[in-house]
């Protein structure tokens, strides 16, 4: 614990760490000193004048975001000065801004809106010609009016500083200062929307949200983005039943006000015209729209038959359906179907480095790790391109705490620029890793974030150097999507039930077994598109496909199901580092069934009993009986994440690290969904390195 | 190099001795006049020795802010693992002051020669001159200079077989006034947006590439070699106590003899405005005088009976900046010297703090209508409150800088500003409330 400085404000004593921002400390003790350009977690600027306190023997108002606490300081922050300085500095904002409140995207949760209400005068003595310059837009997303802006510099700064892209600059000076991309007239960033975010006023305003609806008009649902596997909560917007805008403005969730361009924008995908609305039958050879009451019972007839005649099932779970809906599919597959034909699209080798960790507590790294952490191994893993979460973690930890970071990639990353070491090394990166061992061994503790790359023995070789080092580490490895994690803990393997245990009897067929088996009766794909790229061997199986759109999957389907997005259902979704979170409904889409929902119906038709079919109750089961899944349900349902805990037992995994193969989205593609993402298509200026 | 004015026998010419010699700006001349002797001196004495005599001298930086010359050299830290710089400010950019410029081209290396005695007494082996981007024949100049003194081993390596080496380089800035402001100039002289930096840390713990870093004035540089030679003590008592030494005074406007003189410090004003400036132009009524600079509280004439030196100038509510004295007879319209000196101002301003951004250009459009006879009667209360609004609540001194003459202005000829709104017939139409 750091000193404790005693000081007074507004004739109340207050205490204050030493070092600490007269800002911080007002705010701890309850007291506001109001501020345009002063942003926590960024560099500071004193340059919006709003926080001027009169501090006791200063000669003149100090701005309190750059004076620290001292001893026995005296501030006053309401005294006839400071009110005065406060008014005439919002007079001086308000000559050139337009006013036009009315249209303004921000009106309503507009910064400057609110400090003239609390602050500002009743009227303005400004009866000269405001200074105009028409709106710009930058990119598909960002626009720029810059009448509206008011130079604080938080745009500028989270883009350097926070996304380490640097994409925008100021231009010109004096009055006619205005904010501008280094690109000249057009923006190559990571299309993130931070900036506009950040934006206090509506000087950068969101061209998917603009002009859509007023804040008010919105109701707003914290639940997980459904791209990649950092389980980001993005709040959605939603006015009248359609997802209107993303964001995090209320720091909830592990990521604070963090998003991409996919957890900000790319929800777009939910009202896609292609979004599928009723189940679709082969009927002479064709897909044809039936009504679901049709498509059940067409489907429990075949279900039914195929369970009778002990007929081969085959069944490919998803990446990005909740744990429950992953949860139950194996459930019914084993119970109903006893197979243990169960996969789906791995990307991680999670159950080896379960198994490597054995018996080990605290070796799991959290989100939050990769900020706190005193130093940081990333192997094979493009983190800006493909967690760019994680990624921001690892920025802020190196700009707050100067962390060093060592870099072993394939190719140039963004992380490069602020590595103590970068190493280029592909296949041979624990060569590379053994390289670095004297460095790392000296640091006092390290997260080793990893990529596909490490799997089976040579993530075993990986643990034992990192137990070698003889300091605290700790693992994540990188998954693809959404749920990739919960996909493997849920028991969605051949050989693995829920909770890393062994499956009973014999282990089932892998994914790329199932599309080249010949005799398959019944191919049960949920939530997934092993056919993109692949084709389907068992030209006599019955496909059944769940999903939003048809895919290069459900063309090959017998029945289609419509299913809902991970946007319009409830449940919970586990991210990369293993941290559980709550989905929450925001959005339906007419015809759509979750397939939580579809799964119960189908059990229901074959007079299965799975239990209550709901995803509290299905929670309920997976905490009694998956490992690892016994977190604090409180937790979760005031949206917290809550990591699960590590498997303490041998995982008796017969990994083929062949099948571990990460899909190597970018930035700016999401798998099967990207296709259906207008932001995502419009903003791919040049996928992949461009923006490093 | 000719000089643009005969110099006067009144003046004291200690740093501008060599002001309109033949070749004063080569190095076989400097030598020849005693150049380098004093950096021979301080290569003898300690970095203590020199800097004490130094406080002894009690130098005040010629830049315009005054502070003492001596302090500043003893803030830099003396063990530190970083390298130190010295940076010259040459962005002599506060209208009416010229005197860095004839410095630079008449007597360079007696500059270079300060910057040596600097370096010898913080420790620093590399250095900057930030020359105002409109001084381009200048850093030709001083590119030549430099050239010179480099073949004659007056910076280098070893330099005059002393040991001690020195780097120094000129660097262009790109035409703002805000660049002149020494943390501004910093963030120029790295390469980036000239606009100030968040003090503490200042310069001399965290300057030119977050080093340890002198940054001077041009002239109190160029002061350095003569306070070595004479001693610090005869340079103090050339001046007045705290106020020590000669300062050139840029003398423009009215007068009969405008140009640049070196007068000791404490000398009274109107002596040295009809003495030395050989009186009114035209024999004309004085009415008003910039002391020092545009940034300074304008006097009024009765008023300009004064010392000049940093005391008393305080004292008057004024100052002696950076020693650009701009005289101005009775024919002078002052509500048309506010809107030229806002209209500087309003240009210059960085557009980083939101009262000078904002202030200046409220100001310099409200001054352009009262001129053009459409003001209000409320305007003249209202621009010396704004100004009032804008004093001591911005990020630099730029927006003091803005705000001061202009307050003083308003207060001392408020008349003129009001007979300019009375031209406007509508001037006391109140604006109509709507309930």
């Given amino acids: 614990m750091s000193n404790l400085v005693k000081l007074t404000i507004n004739d109340t004593p207050v205490e204050a760490p030493a070092g600490s921002l007269l800002i911080d400390a007002a705010k701890t003790a309850g007291i506001e000193i109001p501020a345009f350009c002063y942003y926590e977690g960024m560099s500071l600027q004193a340059a919006c004048r709003m926080c001027l306190v009169e501090i006791e023997k200063a000669p003149k108002l100090m701005a309190a975001c750059v004076v620290p606490v001292a001893e026995g300081m005296v501030v006053r922050t309401e005294s006839e000065a400071v009110v005065k300085a406060r008014k005439t500095t919002l007079e001086f904002l308000l000559t050139n801004h337009p006013l036009d409140c009315p249209v303004c995207d921000k009106g309503g949760e507009c910064e400057l809106q609110d400090m003239v209400f609390k602050y500002g005068a009743g009227e303005s003595r400004f009866t000269e010609v405001k200074h105009h310059v028409p709106e710009k837009q930058w990119s598909p997303v960002v626009f720029y009016d810059g009448p509206r802006c008011i130079l604080c510099y938080r745009c500028v700064r989270v883009c350097n500083e926070g996304m380490g892209v640097g994409a925008l600059g100021v231009v010109n000076r004096g009055v006619v200062s205005e904010i501008a991309p280094s690109h000249g007239d057009h923006l190559e960033c990571d299309e993130c929307g931070s900036c506009i975010d950040i934006c206090p006023v509506g000087a950068l305003t969101s061209g998917a949200y603009r002009y859509k609806t007023r804040p008010w008009e919105m109701e707003h649902t914290g639940t997980i983005c459904t791209h990649c596997s950092d389980g980001c909560k993005t709040t959605l917007g939603t006015r009248n039943g359609e997802i209107v805008r993303g964001n995090n403005r209320d720091r909830?969730?592990?990521?604070?006000?963090?998003?991409?361009?996919?957890?900000?924008y790319a929800f777009d995908f939910n009202?896609?015209?292609?979004?599928?609305?009723?189940?679709?039958?082969?009927?002479?050879?064709?897909?044809?729209?039936?009504?679901?009451?049709r498509a059940l019972q067409v489907l429990v007839e075949k279900f039914k038959a195929v369970r009778d005649a002990k007929?081969?099932?085959?069944?490919?779970?998803?990446?990005?359906?909740?744990?429950?809906?992953?949860?139950?599919?194996?459930?019914?597959?084993?119970?109903?179907?006893?197979?243990?034909?169960?996969?789906?699209?791995?990307?991680?080798?999670?159950?080896?480095?379960?198994?490597?960790?054995?018996?080990?507590?605290?070796?799991?790294?959290?989100?939050?790790?990769?900020?706190?952490?005193?130093?940081?191994?990333?192997?094979?893993?493009?983190?800006?391109?493909?967690?760019?979460?994680?990624?921001?973690?690892?920025?802020?930890?190196v700009r707050h705490h100067k962390t060093p970071v060592y870099v072993v990639t394939p190719g140039a990353v963004r992380e490069d620029k602020t590595a103590k070491k970068a190493v280029r090394a592909g296949e041979d990166w624990l060569a590379a890793v053994e390289n670095l061992k004297g460095s790392l061994a000296g640091e006092k503790e390290l997260l080793v974030v990893f990529g596909d790359a490490v799997k089976g023995e040579g993530l075993r070789k990986l643990v034992a150097?990192?137990?070698?080092?003889?300091?605290?580490?700790?693992?994540?490895?990188?998954?693809?999507?959404?749920?990739?994690?919960?996909?493997?803990?849920?028991?969605?393997?051949?050989?693995?039930?829920?909770?890393?245990?062994?499956?009973?009897?014999?282990?089932?067929?892998?994914?790329?077994q199932m599309l080249a088996a010949t005799d398959l009766d019944l191919v049960w794909v949920v939530g997934a598109n092993p056919l993109k790229k692949a084709s389907l061997a068992s030209s006599k199986a019955f496909v059944v496909v769940q999903d939003l759109f048809r895919t290069e999957t459900a063309e090959r389907a017998d029945l289609v199901l419509p299913a809902a997005s991970a946007y319009e259902k409830n449940g919970t979704v586990t991210n990369t580092c293993g941290e559980v979170q709550r989905l929450k409904k925001a959005a339906d889409t007419v015809g759509a069934k979750t397939d939580l929902a579809i799964i119960g119906l189908i059990a229901r038709g074959l007079g299965v009993n799975l239990g209550k079919v709901d995803a509290d109750n299905v929670f309920a089961e997976i905490q009694k009986t998956v490992r690892g899944y016994n977190v604090p349900l409180p937790v979760i349902v005031t949206g917290g994440a809550a990591q699960t805990q590590p498997v303490n037992g041998r995982v008796p995994s017969n990994v083929l690290p062949d099948l571990i193969r990460s899909a190597g989205d970018t930035l700016f593609t999401t798998g099967t969904l990207t296709k259906y993402s207008k932001v995502l298509n419009e903003v791919m200026e040049g996928p992949g390195g461009l923006y490093r | 190099m000719k000089l643009y004015n005969e110099p006067s026998p009144l003046e004291t010419r200690v740093i501008s001795k060599r002001f309109g010699t033949q070749n004063s700006w080569r190095v076989d001349t400097y030598l020849a006049t005693g150049g380098m002797q004093a950096f021979k001196k301080a290569c003898e004495m300690t970095q203590d020795q020199i800097i004490d005599e130094v406080k002894a001298s009690s130098l005040r930086g010629r830049g315009g802010a005054g502070f003492p010359t001596g302090m500043k050299w003893s803030f830099v830290p003396r063990q530190s693992e970083l390298p130190k710089y010295i940076v010259v400010n040459a962005d002599?950019?506060?209208?009416?002051?010229?005197?860095?410029?004839?410095?630079?081209?008449?007597?360079?290396?007696?500059?270079?020669e300060g910057i040596l005695i600097a370096a010898k007494a913080v420790g620093a082996s590399k250095g900057w001159v930030y020359i105002r981007g409109e001084y381009r024949y200048l850093i030709d100049h001083m590119d030549a200079v430099m050239k010179e003194c480099y073949e004659r081993n007056l910076l280098g390596k070893n330099i005059l077989g002393t040991g001690f080496d020195f780097d120094l380089y000129t660097q262009t800035g790109a035409g703002a006034y805000e660049c002149g402001e020494e943390s501004a100039l910093l963030e120029s002289l790295e390469g980036k947006r000239g606009v100030p930096r968040i003090r503490p840390p200042f310069p001399a713990v965290s300057g030119a590439f977050q080093c340890p870093t002198v940054?001077?004035?041009?002239?109190?540089?160029?002061?350095?070699?003569?306070?070595?030679?004479?001693?610090?003590?005869?340079?103090?008592?050339?001046?007045?106590p705290r106020n020590g030494g000669t300062r050139l005074v840029c003398l423009a406007g009215h007068v009969n003899k405008p140009g640049v003189y070196e007068v000791p410090l404490g000398m009274n004003m109107m002596y040295f405005l009809n003495e030395i400036g050989g009186g009114m132009l035209g024999g004309r009524k004085l009415k008003a005088i910039i002391p020092g600079g545009s940034s300074c509280p304008i006097l009024s004439a009765e008023e300009c009976d004064i010392a000049m030196d940093y005391d008393t100038m305080a004292k008057a509510g004024t100052m002696l900046g950076s020693g650009g004295m701009m005289v101005m007879d009775e024919t002078t319209d002052m509500v048309k010297v506010a809107l030229r000196i806002m209209r500087f101002y309003n240009h210059e301003s960085c557009g980083w703090c939101i009262p000078c951004r904002e202030g200046t250009t409220w100001l310099r459009?409200?001054?352009?209508?009262?001129?053009?006879?459409?003001?209000?009667?409320?305007?003249?209360?209202?621009?010396?409150?704004?100004?009032?609004?804008?004093?001591?609540?911005?990020f630099c001194p730029l927006g003091d800088a803005a705000a001061l003459p202009t307050i003083s202005l308003v207060k001392k000829w408020r008349p003129e500003f009001e007979a300019y709104v009375a031209k406007n017939p509508f001037a006391s139409t109140e604006l109509v409330q709507v309930a």
């Fill in chain 1, 465 to 512: 150097l990192g137990d070698s080092l003889g300091i605290p580490v700790k693992y994540i490895a990188l998954v693809d999507y959404a749920n990739s994690r919960g996909a493997m803990d849920m028991g969605l393997l051949p050989d693995l039930g829920p909770g890393y245990h062994a499956v009973e009897g014999k282990a089932g067929l892998t994914l790329p």
């Fill in chain 1, 252 to 264: 909830s969730g592990v990521n604070g006000e963090f998003l991409c361009v996919k957890g900000r």
């Fill in chain 1, 271 to 293: 009202h896609h015209p292609e979004r599928l609305q009723a189940p679709l039958l082969r009927v002479d050879g064709k897909l044809e729209e039936v009504s679901w009451s």
């Fill in chain 2, 92 to 112: 002599e950019s506060e209208p009416g002051t010229c005197k860095d410029r004839l410095l630079m081209e008449h007597d360079p290396i007696q500059m270079v």
């Fill in chain 1, 311 to 397: 007929g081969n099932v085959g069944v490919i779970g998803s990446t990005r359906t909740s744990n429950e809906e992953a949860f139950l599919l194996q459930k019914f597959a084993r119970t109903v179907f006893g197979t243990n034909n169960i996969d789906h699209h791995r990307s991680g080798d999670v159950a080896t480095l379960l198994d490597a960790l054995s018996g080990k507590t605290g070796a799991l790294g959290t989100s939050a790790d990769c900020y706190t952490s005193k130093a940081v191994l990333i192997i094979g893993a493009d983190l800006s391109q493909q967690h760019p979460f994680l990624a921001n973690q690892i920025r802020a930890n």
């Fill in chain 2, 365 to 394: 459009k409200m001054l352009v209508r009262i001129i053009d006879g459409n003001g209000a009667s409320r305007d003249v209360d209202l621009i010396g409150d704004l100004a009032q609004s804008m004093l001591g609540r911005t």
């Fill in chain 2, 215 to 240: 940054l001077n004035n041009v002239e109190t540089f160029s002061t350095v070699p003569a306070i070595l030679n004479g001693g610090g003590k005869w340079y103090a008592e050339l001046g007045t």
